[in-house]
């Protein structure tokens, strides 16, 4: 079934990826920007470009008027390299959120797939961790959580989708490790036992253009690839991708250990990723 759906935060990595997927399976795709820079790659991949600001609740409203489905994907985290400075993100999280929604209320839009973490579930160590696992909110993290609770709280038909790390072309996570390992600054966090989850930003796409089609309203589910990596094994690979010297341990821990199961996304919606395991797809 062909819907009309659209996505929040389209000019992103995320958004990149996800419409020309979404087109592909044949529906019709409104791409709403902040920024007119941003149109004509979106235009020319076959979407309706359309003005829309999360901190703008009327604009929102006139830009839902007719679709079937809203994917939120707009955000703010600081990218690989860049100050770690997290406010315009927690704000997007906490205001934007609560505009979209109340935008899908008034446009009578009952399907809502909202972009999350994984790394809310962080900081159960080498134990797997599921979509029932505790929560554990971080300075961080803690914008997720409220986000996530602003849509459970709705009346929408509403999917969580909680993503792990981003890595894959257009996210700049890799080419920081590789330029990092290259100059020889690359240090491994800790002492490298802790677990990370990471997900190609491709196969998070393709997650997410089959939860809007399939998914039951109000379910929730973890994205990541099938075999999370520890930071020793994942960042030593990276380095010697690039032919460059093991990196030292004893960087600095900026995030609790996680390592998620994708089991319900794939047994419920019949999805696997296309990089099983981050050495699949840091290959080069």
């Known amino acids: 079934m062909s819907l009309v759906i659209a996505v929040v935060g389209a000019s992103g990595v995320y958004g990149r990826h996800l419409l020309p997927r979404l087109i592909a399976r044949g529906h019709r795709v409104r791409a709403l920007i902040r920024r007119p820079e941003n149109a004509a790659s979106l235009a020319h991949c076959g979407a309706e470009v359309r003005g829309a600001d999360v901190f703008d609740p009327d604009s ?129 966090p800790g002492d490298g036992t802790e677990f990370a989850s990471l997900i190609h930003v491709a196969d998070m796409a393709d997650a997410t253009a089959v939860a809007v089609e399939r998914a039951a309203p109000r379910s929730t589910f973890l994205v990541g690839d099938d075999h999370p990596s520890s930071w020793r094994d994942l960042l030593t690979y990276a380095a010697a991708t690039v032919q460059a010297a093991v990196p030292p341990l004893g960087g600095p821990v900026t995030l609790p250990s996680f390592r998620a199961s994708n089991r319900r996304l794939r047994e419920t919606l019949d999805w696997a990723p296309r990089y099983p395991n981050v050495q699949a797809g840091l290959a080069r």
């Not at 400075?85 to 935008?103: H, K, M, Q």
Request: glycine share 10%; aromatic share 6%.
């Open 60 to 188: 929102l409203r006139v830009a839902f008027a007719g679709c079937d489905a809203v994917i939120n994907l707009a955000t703010s985290v600081p990218r690989p390299g860049q100050t770690p400075d997290f406010a315009l993100n927690d704000r997007i999280r906490r205001e934007g959120t609560r505009a979209v929604i109340d935008a899908c209320c008034a446009a009578g839009i009952g399907r809502l797939v909202q972009q999350s973490i994984a790394m809310i579930h962080a900081g159960a160590g080498d134990s797997w961790i599921d979509e029932s696992s505790a929560v554990r909110p971080t300075s961080i993290t803690q914008s997720a959580v409220d986000m996530e609770a602003l849509v459970t709280a709705s009346d929408r038909q509403w999917i969580i989708l909680r993503g792990g790390l981003f890595y894959g072309p257009g996210t700049g996570r890799e080419d920081d490790w590789f330029a990092r390992a290259t100059e020889g600054t690359l240090k491994i």
